[in-house]
Nanobody, 123 residues
Framework: QVQLVESGGGLVQAGGSLRLSCAASGKNFRANAMGWYRQAPGQQRELVASITSGGSTIYADSERGRFTTSRDNTKNTVYLQMNSLQPEDTAVYYC?????????????????WGPGTQVTVSS
């Protein structure tokens, strides 16, 4: 059974940084692209970053230059380094597996979502 567990969120002031982690279990995802999604209150969940099995990365326009995603396939873990955080980055952040053959998809491979990790940025 696939499990995704996000961690590393917290409360930071605008301009601060956080590093999120997502540990996957139940299956080795080294061959899959992975995505970081976030959902702000009252908003739909959106994809903010993705990383392919080979380590290539893609970012949403508003996150490019501030967020960096990476992965450690030996640990079945992906990371999201977030710098220059702004109040509009406040959301619950999730990771998920992207559909095979895709590098950017608002709809992940699995309908399952982990607990997410709350990121709150104060002004």
């Amino acid at each position: 059974q696939v499990q995704l567990v996000e961690s590393g969120g917290g409360l930071v002031q605008a301009g601060g940084s956080l590093r999120l982690s997502c540990a996957a279990s139940g299956k080795n995802f080294r061959a899959n692209a992975m995505g970081w999604y976030r959902q702000a209150p009252g908003q739909q969940r959106e994809l903010v970053a993705s990383i392919t099995s080979g380590g290539s990365t893609i970012y949403a326009d508003s996150e490019r230059g501030r967020f960096t995603t990476s992965r450690d396939n030996t640990k079945n873990t992906v990371y999201l380094q977030m710098n220059s955080l702004q109040p509009e980055d406040t959301a619950v952040y999730y990771c998920n597996v992207l559909p095979y053959g895709t590098t950017w998809s608002e709809v992940p491979l699995y309908d399952y979502w982990g607990p997410g990790t709350q990121v709150t940025v104060s002004s």
